[in-house]
């Protein structure tokens, strides 16, 4: 079992920043979900294990970038240019696979992290 820990999150005004961690040890692809209240689970970001791919949901693109450290174990997200509709629990998620593969589906990730809030105020 894959224990995945994320922070990061908190309140920020509208066009603030923050950067979201997620401690995941081995060759995983890492993606990041977020879900607002009444709100499925969405698509944010995903990155392949290497490094050599990322994605993107349409919503974030040019304002949040992915990246990772694998000698830190830690996938990052830096959120830039927040909005209120930002505003949701952001989840971290590993998926065994290889080294350039990143996927915007929840049922293709094989751990998650507990969720961490973060909150962008108009």
């Known amino acids: 079992q894959v224990r995945l820990v994320e922070s990061g999150g908190g309140l920020v005004q509208a066009g603030g920043s923050l950067r979201l961690s997620c401690v995941a040890s081995g060759h995983y692809a890492m993606g990041w979900f977020r879900q607002a209240p009444g709100k499925e689970r969405e698509f944010v970001s995903s990155i392949s294990w290497a490094a050599l791919n990322t994605m993107y949901a349409d919503p974030v693109k040019g304002r949040f970038t992915i990246s990772r450290d694998n000698d830190k174990n830690t996938a990052y997200l830096q959120m830039n240019g927040l909005k209120p509709e930002d505003t949701a629990v952001y989840y971290c998620?590993?998926?065994?696979?290889?080294?350039?593969?990143?996927?915007?589906?929840?049922?293709?990730?094989?751990?998650w992290g507990q969720g961490t809030q973060v909150t962008v105020s108009a």
């Open positions: 998620a590993a998926r065994r696979t290889g080294r350039t593969t990143v996927s915007r589906l929840r049922n293709e990730y094989d751990y």
